[in-house]
Protein backbone atom coordinates (compact mmCIF):
# COMPACT_ATOMS: atom_id res chain seq x y z
CA UNK A 1 0.00 0.00 0.00
CA UNK A 2 1.49 3.47 -0.99
CA UNK A 3 1.99 5.95 2.18
CA UNK A 4 -0.66 8.85 1.49
CA UNK A 5 2.46 11.36 2.14
CA UNK A 6 3.51 10.32 -1.00
CA UNK A 7 0.40 10.21 -3.33
CA UNK A 8 -2.87 11.59 -4.50
CA UNK A 9 -5.49 9.56 -3.09
CA UNK A 10 -9.03 9.24 -3.92
CA UNK A 11 -11.54 7.09 -1.75
CA UNK A 12 -14.83 6.21 -2.07
CA UNK A 13 -15.08 9.40 -4.82
CA UNK A 14 -19.02 9.86 -6.16
CA UNK A 15 -19.48 12.61 -9.17
CA UNK A 16 -23.34 12.85 -10.34
CA UNK A 17 -24.27 14.78 -13.63
CA UNK A 18 -27.70 15.43 -12.91
CA UNK A 19 -28.94 12.31 -12.32
CA UNK A 20 -26.69 10.42 -13.92
CA UNK A 21 -23.07 9.00 -11.77
CA UNK A 22 -20.40 9.94 -13.62
CA UNK A 23 -17.65 8.46 -11.02
CA UNK A 24 -18.78 5.65 -8.87
CA UNK A 25 -17.33 4.82 -5.64
CA UNK A 26 -13.81 5.41 -7.26
CA UNK A 27 -10.55 4.29 -5.01
CA UNK A 28 -7.74 4.59 -6.33
CA UNK A 29 -4.02 5.91 -5.60
CA UNK A 30 -1.71 8.05 -8.08
CA UNK A 31 1.98 7.60 -6.13
CA UNK A 32 4.12 10.68 -6.99
CA UNK A 33 7.15 10.40 -8.96
CA UNK A 34 5.23 7.82 -10.71
CA UNK A 35 3.37 7.76 -14.58
CA UNK A 36 0.00 6.42 -14.15
CA UNK A 37 -2.37 6.38 -16.91
CA UNK A 38 -6.28 6.15 -16.99
CA UNK A 39 -8.03 4.24 -19.96
CA UNK A 40 -11.23 3.50 -20.91
CA UNK A 41 -13.49 3.87 -23.44
CA UNK A 42 -15.71 7.47 -24.01
CA UNK A 43 -18.00 8.19 -21.53
CA UNK A 44 -16.24 5.91 -18.54
CA UNK A 45 -15.22 8.67 -16.50
CA UNK A 46 -12.15 9.06 -17.61
CA UNK A 47 -11.77 13.21 -17.54
CA UNK A 48 -14.15 13.66 -14.86
CA UNK A 49 -11.00 11.36 -12.48
CA UNK A 50 -8.45 13.71 -13.51
CA UNK A 51 -10.52 16.96 -12.80
CA UNK A 52 -11.31 15.53 -9.19
CA UNK A 53 -7.86 14.08 -8.63
CA UNK A 54 -6.80 17.38 -9.32
CA UNK A 55 -9.09 19.66 -7.46
CA UNK A 56 -10.86 20.98 -10.44
CA UNK A 57 -14.27 19.19 -9.91
CA UNK A 58 -15.27 18.74 -6.18
CA UNK A 59 -16.87 15.45 -5.84
CA UNK A 60 -20.70 14.53 -4.59
CA UNK A 61 -19.19 11.93 -1.86
CA UNK A 62 -15.56 10.89 -0.65
CA UNK A 63 -11.93 12.44 -0.07
CA UNK A 64 -9.61 13.46 -2.20
CA UNK A 65 -6.31 13.66 -0.21
CA UNK A 66 -3.26 15.10 -1.72
CA UNK A 67 -0.52 13.85 0.10
CA UNK A 68 -1.68 12.75 3.17
CA UNK A 69 -4.00 16.15 3.44
CA UNK A 70 -8.05 16.23 2.36
CA UNK A 71 -8.15 19.02 -0.37
CA UNK A 72 -11.59 20.17 1.24
CA UNK A 73 -9.34 20.53 4.42
CA UNK A 74 -6.65 22.90 3.18
CA UNK A 75 -6.07 26.41 3.98
CA UNK A 76 -6.64 28.99 0.94
CA UNK A 77 -2.85 29.47 1.05
CA UNK A 78 -2.27 25.21 0.97
CA UNK A 79 -4.42 25.11 -2.09
CA UNK A 80 -2.29 27.98 -3.84
CA UNK A 81 0.62 25.95 -3.27
CA UNK A 82 -0.93 22.79 -4.76
CA UNK A 83 -2.29 24.25 -7.99
CA UNK A 84 1.02 25.95 -8.38
CA UNK A 85 2.88 23.27 -8.54
CA UNK A 86 0.57 21.36 -11.01
CA UNK A 87 -0.36 21.53 -14.36
CA UNK A 88 -3.42 20.39 -15.74
CA UNK A 89 -3.77 19.94 -20.21
CA UNK A 90 -7.76 19.46 -21.45
CA UNK A 91 -8.76 17.77 -23.57
CA UNK A 92 -10.80 20.28 -24.87
CA UNK A 93 -8.09 22.69 -24.36
CA UNK A 94 -10.27 25.30 -22.52
CA UNK A 95 -8.41 28.21 -23.88
CA UNK A 96 -9.55 31.73 -22.71
CA UNK A 97 -11.01 32.69 -26.11
CA UNK A 98 -10.63 36.85 -25.76
CA UNK A 99 -7.05 36.34 -25.37
CA UNK A 100 -3.98 35.56 -27.31
CA UNK A 101 -1.49 32.58 -27.67
CA UNK A 102 1.14 34.27 -25.75
CA UNK A 103 -1.70 35.73 -23.29
CA UNK A 104 -2.95 32.43 -22.54
CA UNK A 105 0.69 31.48 -21.77
CA UNK A 106 1.09 34.07 -19.10
CA UNK A 107 -1.67 34.11 -17.44
CA UNK A 108 -0.88 31.40 -15.17
CA UNK A 109 2.94 32.50 -14.76
CA UNK A 110 1.43 35.46 -13.41
CA UNK A 111 -0.98 34.48 -11.03
CA UNK A 112 1.65 32.23 -9.63
CA UNK A 113 5.33 33.73 -10.28
CA UNK A 114 4.28 37.35 -9.15
CA UNK A 115 7.35 38.28 -8.28
CA UNK A 116 9.14 37.29 -11.33
CA UNK A 117 10.24 40.03 -13.51
CA UNK A 118 8.17 40.86 -17.13
CA UNK A 119 11.01 39.97 -18.93
CA UNK A 120 12.18 36.27 -17.25
CA UNK A 121 8.04 35.74 -17.72
CA UNK A 122 8.72 36.60 -21.69
CA UNK A 123 11.88 34.54 -21.96
CA UNK A 124 10.12 31.43 -20.61
CA UNK A 125 7.29 31.84 -23.16
CA UNK A 126 9.22 32.31 -26.06
CA UNK A 127 11.49 29.29 -24.88
CA UNK A 128 8.21 26.60 -24.63
CA UNK A 129 7.45 28.15 -27.66
CA UNK A 130 10.46 27.34 -29.42
CA UNK A 131 11.15 24.05 -27.72
CA UNK A 132 7.79 22.93 -29.26
CA UNK A 133 8.10 24.52 -32.72
CA UNK A 134 5.39 26.22 -32.06
CA UNK A 135 4.58 27.95 -35.98
CA UNK A 136 1.84 30.36 -35.63
CA UNK A 137 1.66 33.51 -34.34
CA UNK A 138 1.67 33.95 -30.95
CA UNK A 139 -0.24 36.94 -31.01
CA UNK A 140 -3.75 34.72 -32.35
CA UNK A 141 -6.81 34.20 -30.46
CA UNK A 142 -7.64 30.20 -29.90
CA UNK A 143 -10.63 30.50 -32.76
CA UNK A 144 -7.65 31.11 -35.43
CA UNK A 145 -6.27 27.96 -34.58
CA UNK A 146 -6.25 24.13 -35.16
CA UNK A 147 -8.16 21.77 -33.10
CA UNK A 148 -4.70 19.92 -32.49
CA UNK A 149 -2.54 23.56 -32.46
CA UNK A 150 -5.22 24.66 -29.43
CA UNK A 151 -4.53 21.28 -27.88
CA UNK A 152 -0.97 22.14 -27.64
CA UNK A 153 -1.23 25.31 -26.48
CA UNK A 154 -3.04 23.87 -23.49
CA UNK A 155 -0.33 21.77 -23.07
CA UNK A 156 2.46 24.33 -23.40
CA UNK A 157 0.27 26.39 -20.41
CA UNK A 158 0.36 23.46 -18.22
CA UNK A 159 3.88 22.63 -18.91
CA UNK A 160 5.19 26.50 -18.48
CA UNK A 161 4.75 26.34 -15.18
CA UNK A 162 7.27 23.62 -14.46
CA UNK A 163 5.40 21.41 -12.14
CA UNK A 164 5.73 18.77 -10.12
CA UNK A 165 2.73 17.07 -11.18
CA UNK A 166 0.48 17.38 -14.46
CA UNK A 167 -2.81 16.25 -15.29
CA UNK A 168 -2.56 15.78 -19.09
CA UNK A 169 -6.58 14.66 -20.64
CA UNK A 170 -5.81 13.23 -24.23
CA UNK A 171 -2.74 15.69 -24.43
CA UNK A 172 -1.87 14.03 -28.26
CA UNK A 173 -5.36 13.91 -29.92
CA UNK A 174 -5.30 16.04 -32.91
CA UNK A 175 -1.87 16.29 -33.18
CA UNK A 176 0.60 15.29 -35.95
CA UNK A 177 2.90 12.59 -35.52
CA UNK A 178 6.14 14.97 -35.53
CA UNK A 179 4.40 16.81 -32.29
CA UNK A 180 3.04 14.07 -30.92
CA UNK A 181 6.48 12.32 -31.03
CA UNK A 182 8.30 15.93 -29.26
CA UNK A 183 5.34 15.44 -26.49
CA UNK A 184 6.97 12.13 -25.74
CA UNK A 185 10.20 12.86 -25.67
CA UNK A 186 9.17 16.03 -23.37
CA UNK A 187 7.22 13.99 -21.08
CA UNK A 188 9.61 11.03 -21.13
CA UNK A 189 11.91 13.75 -19.82
CA UNK A 190 9.94 14.93 -17.12
CA UNK A 191 9.33 11.26 -16.21
CA UNK A 192 13.17 10.72 -15.39
CA UNK A 193 13.36 14.15 -13.69
CA UNK A 194 11.07 12.60 -11.16
CA UNK A 195 7.50 14.21 -12.11
CA UNK A 196 3.78 12.97 -11.42
CA UNK A 197 2.53 12.24 -14.70
CA UNK A 198 -1.36 11.37 -14.90
CA UNK A 199 -2.39 10.96 -18.01
CA UNK A 200 -5.73 9.86 -19.40
CA UNK A 201 -5.10 8.61 -22.96
CA UNK A 202 -5.62 6.23 -25.86
CA UNK A 203 -2.90 7.00 -27.23
CA UNK A 204 -0.88 3.26 -27.23
CA UNK A 205 2.75 5.76 -27.15
CA UNK A 206 1.93 7.13 -24.87
CA UNK A 207 0.73 3.92 -22.83
CA UNK A 208 3.25 1.83 -24.12
CA UNK A 209 6.53 4.01 -23.83
CA UNK A 210 5.68 6.16 -20.24
CA UNK A 211 3.03 4.12 -17.90
CA UNK A 212 4.14 2.65 -14.86
CA UNK A 213 0.88 2.15 -13.45
CA UNK A 214 -2.39 1.48 -15.43
CA UNK A 215 -6.03 2.28 -14.18
CA UNK A 216 -9.34 0.99 -16.40
CA UNK A 217 -12.57 2.50 -15.94
CA UNK A 218 -15.54 1.53 -17.37
CA UNK A 219 -19.14 3.44 -17.01
CA UNK A 220 -17.30 5.44 -13.89
CA UNK A 221 -16.15 2.46 -12.09
CA UNK A 222 -12.53 0.98 -12.06
CA UNK A 223 -12.39 -2.42 -13.17
CA UNK A 224 -8.80 -2.57 -12.97
CA UNK A 225 -5.53 -1.33 -11.08
CA UNK A 226 -2.31 -1.38 -10.82
CA UNK A 227 1.47 -1.79 -12.26
CA UNK A 228 1.33 -1.57 -15.65
CA UNK A 229 3.03 -5.28 -16.30
CA UNK A 230 0.30 -6.46 -13.94
CA UNK A 231 -2.93 -5.07 -15.49
CA UNK A 232 -2.28 -6.04 -19.11
CA UNK A 233 -2.28 -9.94 -17.99
CA UNK A 234 -5.64 -9.62 -16.36
CA UNK A 235 -7.59 -12.39 -17.22
CA UNK A 236 -10.82 -10.30 -16.57
CA UNK A 237 -12.47 -9.67 -20.39
CA UNK A 238 -14.13 -6.04 -19.87
CA UNK A 239 -9.75 -4.83 -19.06
CA UNK A 240 -9.02 -6.72 -22.13
CA UNK A 241 -11.01 -5.18 -24.38
CA UNK A 242 -10.38 -2.00 -23.18
CA UNK A 243 -6.68 -2.64 -23.21
CA UNK A 244 -6.51 -4.44 -26.86
CA UNK A 245 -8.08 -1.73 -28.60
CA UNK A 246 -5.71 1.24 -26.99
CA UNK A 247 -2.51 -1.10 -27.29
CA UNK A 248 -3.12 -3.46 -29.93
CA UNK A 249 -2.39 -0.08 -32.03
CA UNK A 250 1.07 0.30 -31.31
CA UNK A 251 3.66 -0.44 -32.99
CA UNK A 252 6.88 -0.81 -30.98
CA UNK A 253 6.40 -1.74 -27.12
CA UNK A 254 8.89 -1.73 -24.06
CA UNK A 255 7.30 -5.26 -23.79
CA UNK A 256 5.45 -7.43 -25.79
CA UNK A 257 2.10 -6.41 -24.47
CA UNK A 258 0.22 -8.07 -27.24
CA UNK A 259 1.54 -11.43 -26.42
CA UNK A 260 0.72 -10.81 -22.88
CA UNK A 261 -2.78 -9.91 -23.96
CA UNK A 262 -2.82 -13.19 -26.43
CA UNK A 263 -1.60 -15.38 -23.08
CA UNK A 264 -4.49 -13.51 -20.76
CA UNK A 265 -6.99 -14.25 -23.71
CA UNK A 266 -6.42 -17.25 -23.92
CA UNK A 267 -6.02 -18.69 -20.54
CA UNK A 268 -9.00 -20.39 -18.24
Not at 15 to 31: A, E, Y
Not at 106 to 119: A, D, G, M, S, W
Request: aromatic share 6%; glycine share 6%; hydrophobic share 40%.
Amino acid sequence: MFEEEKSITLKDVSLFGGNTKILDSISVTFPLHQCTVVMGFSGSGRSSLLKVAAGILVPDEGVVHVQGKPLSKMSEKELLTFRSRSGFAFQDAALWSNLTVYQNLLLPLQFHRRKTPIEQLDQKIRRILSEFDFQDDPQFRPAQLSAGERKLVSLLRALVLEPSILFLDEPTSFLDNVTVERILRALKTLKQEGKTLIIATHSPELTSQLADRLVVLKGGRIIEQGLFKEVVRSKNPEVIEVISEVLSEAAVYDTDILELLQDSSNTE
